[in-house]
């Protein structure tokens, strides 16, 4: 009987059982959850933006100001996969992605102040000895 009834104990990361959030550092499960509610409102912002601009200006803005709406789009998918990544079981060799953190914090230029705190969060956690000892694990 390779795994035990659905009312045991998880044993934990190290006996190839499923790596859980309830496994991981509180302060990676906050990276994980902001980045993942980041990404999403990012993808809202991005489709509200692009149809906003789309209708106001009757199709025309499509060619020379839509391109610009989809950025934070872009952004948020990337965001998605970096949090499905960290969720992963079992658990995917990653590292910190200062760029993803950098980049949320310059979609205050689209006007996304959750965005902006997400990415100072994220490098603020990123320097934790609890985090980096997270992203130092062997894979």
Do not use: H
């Not at 912002?45 to 789309?54: D, E, H, K, N, P």
């Not at 952004?75 to 995917?92: C, N, Q, R, S, V």
């Amino acid at each position: 009987m390779e795994n035990p009834p659905s009312n045991s104990a998880n044993p934990g990361p190290g006996s190839g059982w499923a790596y859980n959030l309830a496994d991981k550092p509180g302060k990676v499960n906050v990276i994980i959850l902001l980045t993942l509610i980041s990404g999403v409102v990012n993808i809202f912002l991005a489709l509200a933006g692009t149809s906003a601009v789309v209708l106001g200006t009757l199709g025309i803005g499509l060619i020379c100001c839509a391109p610009l709406t989809v950025l934070p789009g872009a952004l948020g998918i990337f965001e998605i996969l970096y949090a499905f990544d960290l969720m992963a079981t079992p658990p995917k060799p990653v590292r910190p992605n200062q760029t993803i953190a950098i980049l949320e914090i310059l979609t205050i230029l689209y006007g996304n102040i959750l965005g902006a705190v997400t990415g100072i969060v994220a490098l603020v956690l990123y320097s934790e000895p609890e985090v980096k000892a997270y992203f130092a694990r062997p894979a």
